[in-house]
C-alpha cells in the first residue's frame, strides 16, 4: 500500500476521475451564491436533518390567511399547521412551534420527542406546528418570480402568526382557545427563534411568552462572526489545517501572475473555474457543517469531522507538485477533499463553470417555478435580514476563509436571482434597520427567555453575541448560553429524555421550569 505521503503528491501531481458527492444536508447555508447553488442542486435529493428521526405521524390542518394583512388583494391561502393533542387538558396553554424558513412536515420529531412536547407534557398543553407563509405548501403564489414573492416578508410573516392566534378553532378541540383568554407560548429557533421573539414584542397581547432559540435577532450586512465562531471552537488542530490553507491559497490566488493563479486553482482541481472568487468560496463549503453538529446522532451529522479527519495532523512538509508550485500537507489534504466531495460531482458534459460558477454561470439563478425553493430564505435575506459571510474585517484575526469573499461576492445572490419586477425590486442593500429596530442584540421583553448554543455559529447574530452586551438570567427574562451547544440545541429531544446529554436534559428541565412559573402569573382577560 502506497503512503499517505505519497498518495498526496500523487493526488496534487495528477487529476483523479469525477465521482458523484456523498449527500449533504438541506439546511439553511450562510449566505453566498454559489453555495446557494450547490444547496438548490442538493436539496433536490436530500432533506432536513429532524427529517431524518420521522415517525410519528400528526394530522394537519389548514387556516386561511389574506395574501396581504395590510392591503386588501381579494386573496387569501392556506396556512398548514399540525396538532398534537397527546397531552392537552382544558385550561392549559398552547405550545406553538415556529417552522421557519422550511417546509413545516420536517418538523414532526419536534411535536412528537421535541421542545413542543416536553413543553406541553409538563403544562397540559396542546402542540402546534405552525408553516412558514410560502413554505411547504402554504404557499400563496404561482411562482417565485421577483414580484410573487413581495408579500414574504417580516411584517406579513407575523401577522400570519397573529391573526392565527387570534382566530383559530381547532377541529378535535372544543371551546375557544384563542388568545387572550388561552395563553400562548411561541417557540422558534434560528430565523424562527428572530420571529418568536418578534411575536412577543410587536403582539405582547396574543403572546404570553416566547423562547427564542439561537434566535438571530441582529441583522447585518457584514456577518464575518459567523466563520470566526467556528474558528474558535471547532478543533484546534483542524483549524491550524484551515488556516495555513487559506494563507496559503491567497498568496497564490492573489498573484500577478496569472500562472500562478492558474496553478493553485489546478491542484484542487478546478483549473477550469473562470472566476477566482468561486475558486475560493467552494473552498469554504466544508465549513458550514459544522452548524449541523448536534447532541443526537441521528439529527445531526458528522460531515464537519469527516472534513476534519480528511485535513489530518499539522505538520511542517511542504509537497512540490506537477503544476511547479510548492505548498503544504495541509494544502494538499484541502486540496484532496474538495476534489473527492465537490470536483468530482461536475461530470462532463458540464464545466466547471456551469458546476459551481457564479456570474460565469447566471442562468440557474433565473428559473422561478414553484420548485425553485432556495429563492424564498435568500429573498429574505436580500430584502430584511442581510447575513453577508465574509473574513474578519481586522487583519489581526486569523482567516478561515479566503479574502476573496467580500460583501459585495456574498451579496451577488441578490442581483442574480431577483432581477426588478413590474411592481417589486429588491433594495440596493437589505433594509436590516426594520429587524434591527425591534431589539437587535437588546431585544427583551418579560416572559421572552433567550437560549443560545455557545459554539454556535450563529450566536453573532443573538443578544448572546460577543459583540452584546451580557444581562442577568432571570426567571421572567430567561437569558441562557449552553455549553458547547451549536445551533438550536435544546429543540429535538429523545422519547426518553434520561437518554439525552446532562447539558440537553437541563436546559430542557430549565425551560419547563420557567415557563411553569409565567403561566402562574396568567389571568384572562375579563369578559
Same mark, same amino acid.
Given at each position: 500500500?502506497?503512503?499517505?505521503?505519497?498518495?498526496?503528491?500523487?493526488?496534487?501531481?495528477?487529476?483523479?476521475?469525477?465521482?458523484?458527492?456523498?449527500?449533504?444536508?438541506?439546511?439553511?447555508?450562510?449566505?453566498?451564491?454559489?453555495?446557494?447553488?450547490?444547496?438548490?442542486?442538493?436539496?433536490?435529493?436530500?432533506?432536513?436533518?429532524?427529517?431524518?428521526?420521522?415517525? @410519528?405521524?400528526?394530522?394537519?390542518? @389548514?387556516?386561511?390567511?389574506?395574501?396581504?394583512?395590510?392591503?386588501?388583494?381579494?386573496?387569501?391561502? !392556506?396556512?398548514?399547521?399540525?396538532?398534537? %393533542?397527546?397531552?392537552?387538558?382544558?385550561?392549559?396553554?398552547?405550545?406553538?412551534?415556529?417552522?421557519?424558513?422550511?417546509?413545516?412536515?420536517?418538523?414532526?420529531?419536534?411535536?412528537?420527542?421535541?421542545?413542543?412536547?416536553?413543553?406541553?407534557?409538563?403544562?397540559?398543553?396542546?402542540?402546534?406546528?405552525?408553516?412558514?407563509?410560502?413554505?411547504?405548501?402554504?404557499?400563496?403564489?404561482? $411562482?417565485?418570480?421577483?414580484?410573487?414573492?413581495?408579500?414574504?416578508?417580516?411584517?406579513?410573516?407575523?401577522?400570519?402568526?397573529?391573526?392565527?392566534?387570534?382566530?383559530?378553532?381547532?377541529?378535535?378541540?372544543?371551546?375557544?382557545?384563542?388568545?387572550?383568554?388561552?395563553?400562548?407560548?411561541?417557540?422558534?429557533?434560528?430565523?424562527?427563534?428572530?420571529?418568536?421573539?418578534?411575536?412577543?414584542?410587536?403582539?405582547?397581547?396574543?403572546?404570553?411568552?416566547?423562547?427564542?432559540?439561537?434566535?438571530?435577532?441582529?441583522?447585518?450586512?457584514?456577518?464575518?462572526? &459567523?466563520?470566526?465562531?467556528?474558528?474558535?471552537?471547532?478543533?484546534?488542530?483542524?483549524?491550524?489545517?484551515?488556516?495555513?490553507?487559506?494563507?496559503?491559497? %491567497?498568496?497564490?490566488?492573489?498573484?500577478?501572475?496569472?500562472?500562478?493563479?492558474?496553478?493553485?486553482?489546478?491542484?484542487?482541481?478546478?483549473?477550469?473555474?473562470?472566476?477566482?472568487?468561486?475558486?475560493?468560496?467552494?473552498?469554504?463549503?466544508?465549513?458550514?457543517?459544522?452548524?449541523?453538529?448536534?447532541?443526537?446522532?441521528?439529527?445531526?451529522?458528522?460531515?464537519?469531522?469527516?472534513?476534519?479527519?480528511?485535513? *489530518?495532523?499539522?505538520?511542517?512538509?511542504?509537497?512540490?507538485?506537477?503544476?511547479?508550485?510548492?505548498?503544504?500537507?495541509?494544502?494538499?489534504?484541502?486540496?484532496?477533499?474538495?476534489? $473527492? @466531495?465537490?470536483?468530482?460531482?461536475?461530470?462532463?458534459?458540464?464545466?466547471?463553470? !456551469?458546476?459551481?460558477?457564479?456570474?460565469?454561470?447566471?442562468?440557474?439563478?433565473?428559473?422561478?417555478?414553484?420548485?425553485?425553493?432556495?429563492?424564498?430564505?435568500?429573498?429574505?435575506?436580500?430584502?430584511?435580514?442581510?447575513?453577508?459571510?465574509?473574513?474578519?474585517?481586522?487583519?489581526?484575526?486569523?482567516?478561515?476563509?479566503?479574502?476573496?469573499?467580500?460583501?459585495?461576492?456574498?451579496?451577488?445572490?441578490?442581483?442574480?436571482?431577483?432581477?426588478?419586477?413590474?411592481?417589486?425590486?429588491?433594495?440596493?442593500?437589505?433594509?436590516?434597520?426594520?429587524?434591527?429596530?425591534?431589539?437587535? &442584540?437588546?431585544?427583551?421583553?418579560?416572559?421572552?427567555?433567550?437560549?443560545?448554543?455557545? %459554539?454556535?455559529?450563529?450566536?453573532?447574530?443573538?443578544?448572546?453575541?460577543?459583540?452584546?452586551?451580557?444581562?442577568?438570567? @432571570?426567571?421572567?427574562?430567561?437569558?441562557?448560553?449552553?455549553?458547547? *451547544?451549536?445551533?438550536?440545541?435544546?429543540?429535538?429531544?429523545?422519547? %426518553?429524555?434520561?437518554?439525552?446529554?446532562?447539558?440537553?436534559?437541563?436546559?430542557?428541565?430549565? !425551560?419547563?421550569?420557567?415557563?411553569?412559573?409565567?403561566?402562574?402569573?396568567?389571568?384572562?382577560?375579563?369578559?
Amino acid at each position: 500500500m502506497p503512503s499517505l505521503k505519497s498518495g498526496l503528491a500523487s493526488f496534487c501531481a495528477f487529476s483523479l476521475l469525477l465521482l458523484q458527492p456523498s449527500s449533504t444536508e438541506a439546511r439553511r447555508l450562510p449566505t453566498n451564491p454559489q453555495w446557494v447553488k450547490l444547496h438548490a442542486l442538493r436539496s433536490q435529493s436530500t432533506s432536513g436533518s429532524l427529517a431524518k428521526r420521522q415517525g @410519528t405521524t400528526f394530522p394537519v390542518y @389548514t387556516f386561511t390567511q389574506p395574501l396581504d394583512h395590510f392591503v386588501d388583494t381579494g386573496f387569501t391561502f !392556506e396556512q398548514r399547521y399540525w396538532l398534537s %393533542d397527546r397531552h392537552y387538558k382544558p385550561g392549559g396553554p398552547v405550545i406553538v412551534f415556529e417552522a421557519g424558513e422550511g417546509p413545516g412536515d420536517e418538523r414532526m420529531p419536534i411535536l412528537d420527542t421535541g421542545i413542543v412536547d416536553i413543553l406541553a407534557n409538563a403544562t397540559n398543553g396542546l402542540g402546534i406546528v405552525l408553516e412558514h407563509r410560502y413554505y411547504g405548501e402554504s404557499v400563496p403564489v404561482q $411562482n417565485f418570480t421577483t414580484d410573487s414573492l413581495r408579500w414574504l416578508n417580516n411584517e406579513q410573516a407575523a401577522a400570519d402568526s397573529a391573526n392565527f392566534i387570534d382566530n383559530v378553532t381547532f377541529p378535535t378541540i372544543p371551546g375557544d382557545l384563542t388568545a387572550p383568554g388561552t395563553p400562548w407560548i411561541y417557540y422558534g429557533g434560528s430565523y424562527g427563534g428572530a420571529r418568536a421573539a418578534h411575536m412577543r414584542v410587536l403582539y405582547p397581547d396574543l403572546v404570553f411568552g416566547a423562547i427564542s432559540s439561537s434566535g438571530v435577532t441582529h441583522a447585518t450586512l457584514d456577518d464575518w462572526r &459567523y466563520f470566526d465562531i467556528i474558528r474558535q471552537y471547532a478543533p484546534a488542530s483542524c483549524i491550524a489545517q484551515v488556516e495555513k490553507t487559506i494563507d496559503e491559497v %491567497d498568496a497564490f490566488i492573489t498573484s500577478p501572475k496569472a500562472e500562478t493563479r492558474h496553478a493553485i486553482k489546478a491542484v484542487f482541481g478546478l483549473q477550469n473555474l473562470t472566476y477566482d472568487p468561486d475558486f475560493a468560496s467552494l473552498l469554504s463549503g466544508p465549513l458550514g457543517a459544522w452548524q449541523d453538529n448536534n447532541w443526537d446522532p441521528a439529527v445531526g451529522s458528522t460531515a464537519f469531522a469527516d472534513f476534519c479527519d480528511a485535513l *489530518g495532523t499539522p505538520d511542517n512538509a511542504k509537497i512540490h507538485t506537477a503544476q511547479g508550485i510548492t505548498v503544504s500537507n495541509a494544502t494538499c489534504n484541502y486540496a484532496k477533499y474538495i476534489n $473527492n @466531495t465537490y470536483v468530482r460531482s461536475c461530470r462532463p458534459p458540464a464545466t466547471q463553470d !456551469e458546476c459551481f460558477g457564479t456570474i460565469t454561470a447566471k442562468d440557474q439563478y433565473l428559473a422561478t417555478d414553484l420548485s425553485q425553493t432556495w429563492r424564498l430564505w435568500d429573498f429574505q435575506v436580500c430584502t430584511q435580514w442581510g447575513f453577508f459571510m465574509t473574513p474578519p474585517p481586522d487583519p489581526a484575526i486569523p482567516r478561515i476563509i479566503s479574502k476573496l469573499i467580500t460583501q459585495e461576492y456574498a451579496s451577488l445572490i441578490c442581483k442574480l436571482a431577483y432581477p426588478p419586477g413590474e411592481h417589486f425590486q429588491v433594495p440596493a442593500e437589505p433594509n436590516i434597520t426594520a429587524v434591527n429596530s425591534l431589539g437587535g &442584540y437588546n431585544i427583551a421583553y418579560d416572559r421572552l427567555a433567550i437560549i443560545d448554543g455557545e %459554539d454556535d455559529p450563529w450566536r453573532g447574530d443573538t443578544p448572546h453575541s460577543p459583540a452584546a452586551h451580557p444581562r442577568p438570567d @432571570t426567571t421572567l427574562r430567561p437569558f441562557k448560553l449552553i455549553p458547547g *451547544g451549536v445551533h438550536h440545541y435544546d429543540e429535538n429531544g429523545l422519547a %426518553d429524555h434520561s437518554l439525552e446529554p446532562p447539558q440537553i436534559q437541563a436546559i430542557h428541565q430549565q !425551560e419547563v421550569e420557567f415557563v411553569k412559573a409565567w403561566l402562574k402569573d396568567f389571568k384572562p382577560p375579563s369578559k
